[in-house]
């Protein structure tokens, strides 16, 4: 057996042990204070030494914005959902998209980019990938509230059912972080995943419905009923624009989907990680 693959192989524990779920659990909570402490090591070295600090976290979502008016006045992006302006509707998409395709990218790489820390320090290396999509979590608050700015400027007025978007993007954020999971485990063996997740997210992009509406029938609607990303930004769209599901079986079983995989990947990473420092320490 390959060194790289005896990285997924458990020392001792049995994978589908429930035993060690409690101490999973209980050793998440203790060190939340250095997940904090990382997600303020992160964000103060992404806008330190910057002209405007942190309102870059502004700038590529009003670039966004300004690409997308472009091109919805030159007829290019023109698709939309009842009478919401398209620029609100694109915006609105991208937000909950860029929640899983950032979180996704910077846990992927978040173990490799504390390699000194993991290799010197004996800590739970789960904080390094929580605390990457801190990160991620205030540049999508960032751009919420840009996007309610030009939903002002519209005039538009979105569904009161808009407050439990949130609660229904959490099986979004826990797909994120179960693929992330395994993705920085993939990574610290071969450093061109975190290459090759940028060309998949954004191939994945033109595939989910976040740019136009979910299509009822055809070759996209055959392919989103097995993409788990595509259910759950439906269903917050949904609740922001139309008030209620469009299809709440479609939501249930994307969930599902995505509670398993975060739980499958936060156990396959809790096993591997003893060996993690091993492997970050011999490159």
């Given amino acids: ?3 790289d693959v005896k990285l997924f192989v458990p020392r001792r524990e049995n994978f589908f042990s429930l035993r060690p779920w409690g101490h999973m659990f209980s050793e998440i909570v203790s060190t939340r204070e250095l997940i904090w402490r990382l997600f303020l090591r992160d964000f103060s070295a992404r806008y330190r030494q910057t002209m405007i600090g ?4 502004a700038l590529n979502p009003a670039a966004a914005m300004a690409a997308f008016w472009v091109m919805n006045r030159a007829g290019i992006l023109t698709a939309g959902q009842n009478e919401v302006p398209f620029l609100v509707y694109g915006l609105v998409g991208m937000t909950f998209w860029q929640l899983f395709a950032g979180g996704l990218s910077a846990a992927t790489g978040s173990i490799v980019a504390g390699g000194p820390m993991v290799v010197k320090i004996n800590f739970p290396k789960e904080c390094l990938v929580l605390a990457s999509l801190g990160q991620v979590l205030f540049e999508t608050l960032v ?3 840009l996007v309610a700015i030009i939903m002002i400027g519209y005039g538009f007025t979105p569904a009161w059912q808009v407050v439990l978007a949130l609660p229904a ?3 979004l954020l826990m797909l994120t972080l179960g693929l992330g999971f395994i993705l ?3 990574n610290t063996l071969y450093r061109d995943i975190a290459s090759m997740l940028t ?8 595939l989910t419905p976040v740019l136009y509406p979910a299509p009822e029938s055809g070759l996209l609607a055959a392919v989103n009923r097995y993409n788990p990303v595509a259910g759950l930004i439906v269903a917050a769209k949904d609740l922001t624009f139309a008030g ?3 299809d709440p079986h479609g939501y249930a079983v994307a969930a599902a989907v995505s509670i398993a995989v975060f739980l499958f990947g936060w156990r396959l990473f809790h096993l591997a990680e003893s060996r993690v420092a091993e492997r970050i320490g011999a490159l």
């Fill in 184 to 186: 920085s485990l993939l």
């Fill in 54 to 57: 942190f309102l870059w976290a």
């Fill in 1 to 3: 057996m390959s060194d």
């Fill in 199 to 206: 060309v998949l997210t954004s191939f994945l992009l033109f």
């Fill in 169 to 171: 993007l959490l099986p």
């Fill in 244 to 246: 209620r599901l469009s």
């Fill in 143 to 145: 751009r919420a509230t």
